[in-house]
């Protein structure tokens, strides 16, 4: 391993052993782990996850031994079911690495449904996922999702600073492709699109390039469907607490509750479908000009995964009445508008501020679900 990787990279092989002993040792990771488990004495806890981390070598061990039962367990309890709905995936080159490049859904699921779902198709590793240093806020949040490959994405920093962190996080990532043979996930976009209308940032793509040709990294545009949002009304709430106060700023706590309402809330069904690798097709680009390349390029990818989305009764019924007509109603039914709305209410009632205001919530909620029909319907 490349020193120079070493502040930003997942755990290696032989640290596994020590971050778990530190892990265990760690009082906040304590309270959570208490907090599963009330009936059980410390001791007794930590021998049994001692017990079960014997064999434990890399972290994909890691992921496999404890993190893909956990993941299974949210599937089961907190979805309608999260599957691939196209077979391209399966025909991709298995000896192959790939770049997957997605929406944005969930901060902590996105990668994780996507490792269960590669580990099934019969790939043999997962993803190292990149995620911000914001949402590492407890030394144990940092050591256990190192432990589970991710690497850091170094945020709030001067100009100077994001360009030499940037090249050092594609370095990085060309190397993890290129040479250590492991897949990665990255999002489209810095955070997620709160309105949910998903567009590729030119500063994500100019970033991965910096490390090397983009054509080495097997790049996979990924389109990522819920068909209900958990996290809706909080994006709502902070659309009216921006409006109200242009100076508002989500807090670490508000972070948190972000990441646990988007694990344990309902997301009903859940879709992925990758598009084929950008390298079928980015040569048909090379005659550009240098300054419209990066820009045509994300357009590109937009398209792909505009044309991936899958789109569920909610999405249509919700463009239909922002727009004050029934023109999608061949695609729900009247007990389709009546579970809407009692969701879309019941999401409502959780929002909890001093002014609020219900038809600018609605309207923001609404908007989440119709942006992908409108995605949809340009991208064809």
């Not at 990279?9 to 778990?20: I, L």
């Not at 410390?42 to 070598?57: D, E, P, Q, V, Y």
């Not at 949910?196 to 090397?212: E, F, N, R």
């Not at 980015?282 to 590109?300: C, G, M, N, Q, V």
Request: aromatic fraction near 10%; hydrophobic fraction near 40%; charged fraction near 30%.
């Amino acid at each position: 391993m490349r020193e120079e990787f070493d502040e930003i990279r997942p755990y290696e092989a032989g640290e596994m052993k020590q971050a778990f002993d530190d892990l265990l040792n760690d009082r906040q990771f304590q309270m959570i782990l208490k907090g599963f488990t009330p009936w059980l004495p410390k001791s007794m806890r930590n021998a049994l996850l001692r017990l079960a981390f014997t064999g434990i070598k890399t972290p994909l061990d890691f992921q496999k031994r404890f993190m893909k039962p956990v993941v299974n367990y949210i599937i089961r309890k907190h979805t309608d079911g999260c599957s691939f709905q196209d077979s391209s995936i399966a025909a991709y080159d298995k000896s192959q690495r790939y770049t997957f490049v997605s929406n944005h859904r969930d901060i902590v699921l996105d990668s994780a449904f996507l490792d269960v779902k590669l580990v099934e198709a019969g790939y043999p590793t997962t993803v190292e996922i990149g995620i911000g240093d914001n949402l590492l806020i407890y030394p144990w949040i940092k050591r256990l999702v190192r432990m589970n490959k991710a690497f850091t994405v170094r945020r709030g920093l001067s100009l100077r600073e994001t360009l030499a962190a940037s090249q050092l996080m594609s370095r990085y990532i060309h190397y993890a492709v290129t040479q250590k043979k492991e897949n990665i996930w990255i999002a489209q976009r810095e955070g997620r699109a709160k309105d949910s209308s998903d567009h590729t940032q030119d500063a994500v793509l100019k970033m991965l390039a910096m490390g090397g040709d983009l054509k080495e990294l097997n790049i996979v545009p990924l389109t990522i469907s819920y068909e209900f949002d958990p996290c809706d009304y909080l994006k709502a709430q902070e659309f009216q607490q921006k409006r109200d106060n242009p100076a508002f700023k989500k807090s670490r706590q508000d972070d948190l509750d972000n990441m646990k309402t988007g694990i344990f809330g309902y997301k009903g069904r859940v879709v992925y479908r990758p598009a084929a690798p950008i390298n079928t097709w980015i040569d048909d680009l090379s005659e550009l000009p240098k300054t419209e390349w990066f820009k045509a390029l994300a357009e590109r990818m937009d398209r792909e995964i505009h044309r991936g989305y899958e789109l569920y009764p909610c999405n249509y019924i919700a463009l239909d009445e922002l727009n004050g007509n029934q023109a999608n109603a061949a695609h729900y039914t009247d007990a389709d508008v009546k579970r809407f709305n009692q969701y879309l209410a019941g999401q409502m009632a959780k929002i909890n501020l001093p002014n609020k205001d219900e038809a600018f919530l609605r309207e923001r909620m609404l908007t989440m679900y119709a942006n992908p029909v409108r995605n949809l319907m340009a991208a064809q």
